[in-house]
């Protein structure tokens, strides 16, 4: 069975629920480990943002850094939500399951500044895709582990 490491960059998709209904847009780069055409591992980091309209605008840009093992998936994500008014700080822990370019977690919004602001969910439910638009073989190896290119 041959193995491969790549990169992978694209724009990542999602649908974060519970209270509120926010979507989330933004760019990934990933760096992937398969083994036979399956994923073992990954580690991603994206850029975007998520927002919503509720009874006013709400915009929340973020970093979030992710680290997938088989089918499992952990991530960390700083999120200021703002609605160009007043901001709050939101760090957000997440684990959840996913299957290569798709993922469903729950996260949690703990306050860092301002746990006052209305219409943030504070458990989150996210639905995530990454649709690749650049994948980059940097090497694949045979069956004894051995470069193969």
Same mark, same amino acid.
């Given at each position: ?14 649908? *974060? ?23 073992? *591992?990954?580690?991603? !980091? ?10 006013? !605008?709400?915009?929340?840009? $973020? ?25 709050? !700080? ?8 996913? !299957?290569? *370019? ?5 996260? +949690? *919004? ?25 994948? $980059?073989?940097?090497?694949? +190896? ?8």
């Amino acid at each position: 069975m041959s193995s491969a490491n790549r990169r992978e960059t694209g724009v990542v998709l999602g649908l *974060n629920y519970s209270r509120y209904l926010f979507g989330e847009v933004g760019y990934f780069r990933s760096s992937v480990y398969e083994m036979g055409g399956f994923e073992m *591992n990954s580690t991603t !980091l994206s850029a975007g943002s998520e927002f919503s309209y509720v009874d006013r !605008l709400l915009v929340a840009p $973020k970093v979030q850094a992710r680290v997938q093992l088989f089918f499992l998936q952990a991530s960390l994500a700083p999120i200021l939500y703002t609605d160009f008014k007043q901001a709050s !700080l939101k760090l957000r822990p997440e684990i959840g399951l996913g !299957l290569y *370019n798709g993922g469903l977690s729950y996260g +949690y *919004n703990a306050g860092i500044v301002n746990n006052s602001f209305h219409g943030i969910n504070k458990h989150v439910f996210t639905a995530r895709y990454f649709l690749t638009r650049k994948r $980059k073989t940097l090497h694949e +190896y045979d069956q004894k582990g051995r470069k193969m290119r």
